[in-house]
């Protein structure tokens, strides 16, 4: 006998979603409250930076000072504070957290083909799930502005984004559960940044990362190499600390399947290093091993990076993510994504948790120019599909499309929400760069 247990049907699913829009309407979505902020956006920072190295702070600074968009992608934990303080819808899914044009890349499946998809975690957290759609909406206005758009636009390509969104939910919501949660988008390959970023990717195999990062070992036989130093961001790591860090993959190993332990048992690791990444990481600790395989001609690039709690997690206390925030990031990004890096994994460093990954093996990413032109409304709607499919498969499909309905209302509220949210983060990034001055003169 199985045990006695509600089974909820596709119908009460899709009620379900609708009857959430009494809890907020899709209107509601246009609203910012800038007002009901308790604290203001750079003590939110300083909160957000607390344990990282004091010596990288000054440059993750310079790095958000040189433009709004800059700003945005490092201010993570202050958009999280203001998405906190509006009206929720409650319908939950793994949110990536940090869905902005920037946050979607090339890179390699496990079978070696190239696949283009959303490929940043660090924020990924089970919540609302209109949450993602604002902060990528907000960064399809700053990338327009960035790009040379009129602000019509711009606006016109987060309707495109969130219609695709709701589209592709509603088609999501009537097929087979299988066939949603192993679903690939084929079609994307034309749209040209995205063309653009394959092509990077095919490019970024690892012999060009090992030329990119190495040099040749002087005084040393048998061809090795060795990381080659562009201070401060990529620095090498000799004596005690490379010990410590090549002892956290001892636990990282472990939690690998065991064909993955097979396979990374052929390398050994040559070198360590400290590399600075991004720009909301900037301060996190970040090791990267240089491994070879069969000979030089054989590398293997593995990044141990640090992670710290979600900017979400103080406002979804409900959310219960996994103590280890490695694990967080790692077990989230699978959620989402139909194949992950074959490394991907999760370890501790000197009571640290951090990610473990793959380092530029087939990735290519999307720059801000790309967007110029058709570029920034064709990607929008990349955007808006790849969303959809990662909340389709961590979430609820039916309960999602139920609550969107048939209507542009939702894509408007977004767009509207995007622009309002744009002008702020501008705002913001003032008082940064207000905020650097001073203390230059200082």
Known sequence: ??????????????NFGQARRRQVGRQQHGELLIKARKSPPLALLRRAEQGRIPALLKLKHQLMAQSPFSYFRGAASVMAADLAALPSTGIVSQLCGDAHVRNLGAFAAPDGRLVFDINDFDET???????????????????GRESGHKEAAAR?????????????????AQMPGLEVARFQVHRIGAVQPVHAALLKAERATPRHTLEQLTEPA??????SRRFKEQKPTLVRVTGAQAVRVLAALGPYREMLQPERQHLLSFYRPVDVAFKVVGTGSVGLRDYCIYFEGNGPADPLFLQIKEEAASAYAPWLPDARPPHHNGQRAAEGQRAMQVQSDPFLGWTHLA??????????????????????????????????ELLARGH?????????AGYLGSGGGFAEALSKFGTLYADQTEKDWQAL???GKGKTKA
């Not at 951090?354 to 110029?372: F, M, T, W």
Request: aromatic share 6%.
């Open 1 to 14: 006998m199985f045990p006695v247990m509600h089974w909820a049907t596709p119908e009460e699913r899709r």
């Open 433 to 435: 760069r207000r905020q």
């Open 351 to 384: 009571g640290r948790a951090c990610l473990v990954r793959q380092l530029n093996d087939h990735k290519g990413s999307i720059e801000i120019e790309d967007l110029a032109g058709e570029g920034l409304q064709a990607f929008a709607e990349v955007c808006g």
């Open 392 to 400: 389709a498969r961590s979430g609820d499909p039916l309960v999602i």
């Open 125 to 143: 957290i089970r919540g609302p799930f209109e949450w993602d759609l604002k902060r990528m909406a907000a960064s399809l206005i700053l990338a």
């Open 218 to 223: 002087h005084g040393k036989s048998g061809g």
């Open 156 to 172: 016109d390509a987060v309707e495109k984004c969130i219609e695709r969104y709701r589209a592709q939910m509603r088609a999501f």
